[in-house]
C-alpha cells in the first residue's frame, strides 16, 4: 500500500506563504485566547485541594453540595462529575498543612449521611509547592529548548536550529491555545504532553531537515527552493505514516485510558496534529526565510573539507618528522 | 547482525521469574507527602531546654536566681546571689554555641546565627530519622522517608488500605510526642480558673488543659523538670484496672534528676504532659528512684500503642507541616492500570494491523520488533528497579506508537531504492545506511527533551520520561541491529521472492 505515490514532487515552497500565514493567523488565535481565557491552572500548580469520591449508587450531586457548603471553607468548592455517574471530584483552593486531620478527612466527615462513598484520592497541594512547580516546569521548557537548539546547530546548522525551534514555538502555542480554548485543567501531566509534544515535532523535523541535508550533498544545482520541495515530498510517506500511528495510540489512551489522563493525551492529541502540520508546511520554508543559502553552505563545508584535510596533512609531516 | 534480536532475548527473559516491576503510588494506591518542618519551633524548644539545665543547676547548687524565662529568641533570668557569678558562668561556658550577654545580674542568652543554623539542620536530619523510625514501627512494607532538596521531607506508604489507616499513620507521622515531667506551682494552683495566660507568664507558669478533659486545668511551672530526650524506653502495659498506660523509663542523668526532685518536692503535684496535654498529676508520695513511670489516662489500646511507638522513637523537635499529599486508594490504582492496559492493547493492534496492511512482510518484521521492544522496557525496568506510574504507562502506549517510526524511516527508504530499479539486497543494505543519520538525530533531539523532562520532573512525570527514554534506546537498538538482521538472514528468500509486493508493499517494474 502507498498513501504517496513515490516520485511525485509537491511544491510545497511556491505556497509556503498561504501555509505560514495560516499558522501565524493560529498562533495569534491561541495567544488571543491566553489572553482573554487564560490557562486554567490545576491543583498542581495553582495550589488547593481535590477529593475523589466513589458511590456505590448515582453520586447525589446537589445533596453532595448542601452537605459541604456547611462549612464555610469549602462554599466555593466544585462538584464535577468524574467518568461515571458514581464518581465525582471536589475541587477547592484551600489548602491544609495539618498532616494530622487534612481537608479530605473534613470532607468525608461532611458527606456521612449523602449514600454509601468510598474516598478514593486526595491530592492536596500547598501554595509554596504549587509556585515551585511553576518554576520548575517553566525552567523544563526553556532549558530543552536550549538544549535542542544546542544540538541541532551543532549537528546542522544554525539556521536550521533557529527554523525547528521556531517550528517548536509554533506548536507549543497553538497547544497552549487549544487549551485554553477547551480550558483544559494545566497541571504536570499537560506540561509532561507540551514537552512531549516539542521532542515529537523536532523528530519531524529532523528528518525533513536530514533530507534536505542530503540533498544539498548531492545536488549539483544551488537550487533550495527544489531540494526543500524535493526533500518534504520524500519524506512524506514517512511523516504521515508515523503521525498516524502515533495519532491512533494516543487516541486509544484518550478514550481508553480513563479520566486521569484525559487532560495528558488530549494535549497530545493536538499537539501531533499541529507537529506534523509545522514540520511539513512551517519548519522548512523558514529555512529559506531566514536566508540559507545552498553555495554559502557547500562553500564552508569545502573549507572544514579543507581546514581537516590541511590538519592530516600536518599531523602527517609531524609524525613523519619524528620518525 | 541477527545477535541484536538474541540480545534481546535474554534481557526480558529474567523479568518473568525474576525481578518484578515495582508499581508507582498512583497504580498499587498509597500517601505521598511532603513534609516540611517549622525550624523555629526546634529554636524555641532548644531554649527551653538549655533553661531546664539552668533551673537543674541552680537548684543542685543552691544558686537564688528568679524570673527564668524562655521567649523564641533567647533565655533571660536575674541571678540574686553575686557571689555565685563565677559558678554560674563557669556552667553556662560549657553549653556550646551560647552567647552570655549580661547586664550587671541581668542575664539574657542567646544563641550563635551558626548554632541556629545547625539547630535547624538538625531538627530536619532528626524529623526524618524520627518519622522513619516510627514508619518502621507500624508495620507497613516498604516505608519511604528521605530528605528532599533543603528543608523538605518525603513520605511514601505504599499499600495503605483505607482511609482510616492512612489517617492513622498520618497521626502517626504528626505526632510532636514531647513528654514533659512539670511541677504544678502549688502557690497559686488554686487560682488557675481565674488566671489570664499573660498573668501565668509573669509568674514564670503556664496553663495547660486535662487530656481527657478540656474544662480541667493546671498551673504548672514553665521549665520542665526534666522532658523526653531523656527517655530510653517506652512499652504498652495494663494498670489494675485493666486499661493501657504506657510504661517509661529515664535514662541514668533522667533518673536522677528525678529522684532529686521527687525527693525534695514529697507531698507536691508532678504532672505528666504529653504535647501540651496533662495526663495525670499525681502527688508525690516519697522520692520515686530507679526512673520510670506510668503515663495513664484513657488510651484505646491503639492509641497507647501508637503514642508508645512515638515515644520510643524519640520526640519531633519541630513539629512538621503538609506541603503536598497525594492519596490514592488501591482501588483507583488497579482502575488506573485496567484502563491503561485496555489503552495499551488497543493501540498496539491497531499499529500491528496497520503496519502490515501497509509494508506487508516488512510491516511484520517492524512488527516483531516492536513487541520485542515493549518487552526490552519491561525488561530494563525491573531490572533496574524503576518505577512504573501511570504517566509510564503512558509512555509506554506512546512509545508503541512512535517505536515503529525507525523501521518506517527504513521501510521508505528502501522502497526508494527498489523503485530506483536497485536489487534488493542493495536496496536493503542502502537503505539502512541512508537512514541511519535520521534515526540518530530524530531520536537524540527527542531523548533530550526527554531527559530534561526526567530532571525537572516530580514524582509520576519522572516515569514518563523513563518509559520514553527506554523505549526511543530500544526502538533505535531493535531496528537499526534487530530487523537487519532479519534481512540479512531471509535475504536468500527475499531474493528468490518473483513477487516484491508482499515484502515491501509497493509494485516494482
Redesign the interface.
Known amino acids: 500500500?502507498?498513501i504517496f505515490k513515490?516520485?511525485k514532487v509537491f511544491d510545497f515552497m511556491g505556497k509556503s506563504k498561504i501555509f505560514i500565514s495560516i499558522s501565524i493567523a493560529f498562533i495569534l488565535a491561541s495567544y488571543v485566547l491566553l489572553a482573554t481565557k487564560g490557562l486554567n491552572y490545576g491543583l498542581d500548580f495553582k495550589g488547593g485541594t481535590l477529593v475523589?469520591v466513589?458511590y456505590e449508587h448515582k453520586a447525589p450531586i446537589k445533596k453532595i453540595r448542601e452537605s459541604i457548603s456547611k462549612d464555610s471553607l469549602f462554599k466555593n468548592a466544585s462538584i464535577t462529575k468524574f467518568g461515571s455517574p458514581n464518581e465525582i471530584i471536589i475541587k477547592f483552593t484551600t489548602?491544609?498543612?495539618?498532616?494530622?486531620?487534612?481537608m479530605?478527612?473534613k470532607i468525608?466527615k461532611l458527606l456521612k449521611g449523602t449514600g454509601k462513598f468510598?474516598?478514593?484520592?486526595?491530592?492536596?497541594?500547598?501554595p509554596?509547592?504549587g509556585s515551585e512547580?511553576r518554576e520548575?516546569?517553566f525552567?523544563?521548557m526553556v532549558?530543552?529548548i536550549i538544549?535542542?537548539l544546542i544540538?541541532?546547530a551543532i549537528?546542522f546548522e544554525w539556521r536550521f536550529a533557529v527554523a525547528s525551534v521556531a517550528a517548536l514555538v509554533h506548536d507549543v502555542s497553538i497547544s497552549i491555545g487549544a487549551i485554553a480554548l477547551f480550558q483544559i485543567d494545566v497541571n504536570?501531566?499537560t506540561?509532561?504532553a507540551i514537552?512531549?509534544i516539542?521532542?515529537?515535532s523536532?523528530?519531524?523535523t529532523?528528518?525533513v531537515?536530514?533530507?534536505i541535508?542530503?540533498g544539498i550533498h548531492e545536488t549539483k544545482k544551488y537550487d533550495l527552493f527544489h531540494v526543500i520541495n524535493d526533500s518534504i515530498s520524500?519524506?512524506l510517506?514517512?511523516t504521515t505514516?508515523?503521525s498516524?500511528?502515533?495519532?491512533?495510540?494516543?487516541l486509544?489512551?484518550y478514550?481508553?485510558?480513563?479520566e486521569?489522563?484525559v487532560g495528558?493525551?488530549f494535549t497530545?492529541l493536538i499537539g501531533i496534529i499541529v507537529g506534523t502540520y509545522s514540520s511539513i508546511f512551517v519548519a522548512s520554508p523558514l529555512l529559506k526565510w531566514f536566508g540559507f543559502n545552498i553555495e554559502d553552505f557547500k562553500r564552508r563545508l569545502a573549507e572544514k573539507e579543507k581546514a581537516k584535510a590541511e590538519k592530516e596533512k600536518m599531523r602527517e609531516m609531524y609524525e613523519r618528522g619524528m620518525v | 547482525m541477527i545477535v541484536g534480536i538474541v540480545l534481546s532475548f535474554p534481557s526480558f527473559m529474567p523479568s518473568m521469574k525474576g525481578p518484578k516491576i515495582k508499581l508507582g503510588l498512583d497504580l498499587q494506591g498509597g500517601l505521598h507527602m511532603l513534609l516540611g518542618v517549622d525550624t523555629k519551633e526546634a529554636i524555641k524548644s532548644k531554649y527551653k531546654s538549655i533553661a531546664s539545665s539552668i533551673k537543674y543547676f541552680t537548684d543542685d547548687n543552691d544558686i537564688v536566681i528568679d524570673a527564668l524565662r524562655t521567649k523564641s529568641d533567647g533565655v533571660s533570668f536575674t541571678l540574686l546571689d553575686d557571689t555565685e557569678e563565677k559558678n554560674l558562668n563557669a556552667m553556662l561556658n560549657k553549653i556550646p554555641g551560647l552567647v552570655v550577654n549580661k547586664n550587671k545580674l541581668n542575664y539574657k542568652l542567646t544563641l550563635t546565627k551558626k548554632e541556629i543554623k545547625a539547630t535547624k539542620e538538625y531538627a530536619i536530619k532528626q524529623a526524618v530519622d524520627t518519622i522513619r523510625n516510627r514508619l518502621d514501627q507500624f508495620g507497613l512494607s516498604e516505608p519511604t522517608v528521605a530528605k528532599q532538596g533543603k528543608d523538605k521531607i518525603l513520605v511514601e506508604l505504599p499499600g495503605i488500605k483505607t482511609q482510616a489507616q492512612e489517617k492513622r499513620a498520618r497521626e502517626l507521622i504528626a505526632k510532636a510526642a514531647h513528654l514533659q515531667l512539670m511541677a504544678v506551682d502549688e502557690k497559686r494552683a488554686d487560682q488557675v480558673y481565674n488566671m489570664s495566660k499573660d498573668e501565668a507568664t509573669s509568674y514564670g507558669d503556664v496553663i495547660l488543659q486535662n487530656a481527657r478533659d478540656s474544662k480541667q486545668k493546671y498551673l504548672l511551672k514553665e521549665i520542665p523538670i526534666l522532658d523526653g530526650s531523656m527517655l530510653i524506653d517506652a512499652k504498652v502495659g495494663f494498670d489494675r484496672m485493666n486499661q493501657p498506660v504506657i510504661n517509661f523509663s529515664l535514662n541514668s542523668e533522667g533518673a536522677k534528676i528525678f529522684g532529686d526532685f521527687t525527693g525534695k518536692n514529697v507531698g507536691h503535684h508532678l504532672a505528666i504532659v504529653l504535647d501540651n496535654k496533662v495526663y495525670s498529676a499525681p502527688v508525690i508520695r516519697e522520692r520515686i528512684g530507679g526512673g520510670s513511670g506510668q503515663i495513664s489516662g484513657g488510651f484505646s489500646v491503639q492509641e497507647a500503642h501508637d503514642v508508645a511507638i512515638a515515644l520510643r522513637s524519640g520526640a519531633l523537635l519541630a513539629p512538621v507541616k503538609l506541603l503536598e499529599k497525594r492519596s490514592i486508594g488501591p482501588s483507583l490504582g488497579a482502575d488506573s492500570i485496567r484502563e491503561s492496559m485496555i489503552a495499551l492493547i488497543s493501540g498496539f493492534v491497531l499499529v500491528v494491523f496497520f503496519m502490515i496492511i501497509y509494508y506487508g512482510y516488512a510491516g511484520v518484521i517492524a512488527d516483531i520488533a516492536l513487541m520485542i521492544n515493549l518487552f526490552i522496557i519491561i525488561a530494563i525496568m525491573a531490572l533496574f528497579g524503576a518505577t512504573l506510574t501511570l504517566p509510564g504507562m503512558a509512555g509506554i502506549v506512546l512509545t508503541v506508537g512512535m517505536s515503529v517510526d525507525a523501521n518506517v524511516i527504513i521501510n521508505e527508504r528502501i522502497r526508494e531504492l527498489l523503485r530506483e530499479g536497485k536489487s534488493v539486497a542493495i536496496a536493503i543494505e542502502k537503505g539502512y545506511a541512508n537512514a541511519m543519520s535520521a534515526i540518530l538525530d530524530a531520536n537524540i533531539t527527542t531523548l533530550i527533551a526527554a531527559v530534561v523532562l526526567y530532571a525537572y520532573g516530580t514524582g509520576p512525570i519522572k516515569g514518563f520520561a523513563v518509559t520514553m527514554s527506554i523505549g526511543i534506546l530500544a526502538s533505535m537498538l531493535t531496528a537499526i541491529l534487530g530487523t537487519h538482521g532479519v534481512y540479512q538472514s531471509l535475504m536468500p528468500n527475499i531474493e528468490r521472492a518473483k513477487n516484491l509486493k508482499i515484502w515491501f508493499g509497493i509494485k516494482v517494474k
Open positions: 500500500m502507498e513515490g516520485d475523589q466513589q489548602s491544609s498543612s495539618s498532616v494530622k486531620e487534612d479530605g478527612d468525608g468510598k474516598i478514593r484520592r486526595v491530592d492536596i497541594v500547598g509554596k509547592v512547580l520548575k516546569g525552567m523544563a532549558l530543552s538544549s535542542i544540538y541541532v549537528r504536570l501531566d506540561l509532561a514537552l512531549t516539542m521532542g515529537y523536532l523528530n519531524d529532523i528528518i531537515f536530514d533530507r541535508r542530503e520524500k519524506t510517506s514517512r505514516l508515523t498516524l500511528t502515533t495519532f491512533f495510540v494516543v486509544t489512551l478514550l481508553f485510558g480513563g486521569i489522563i495528558f493525551s497530545l
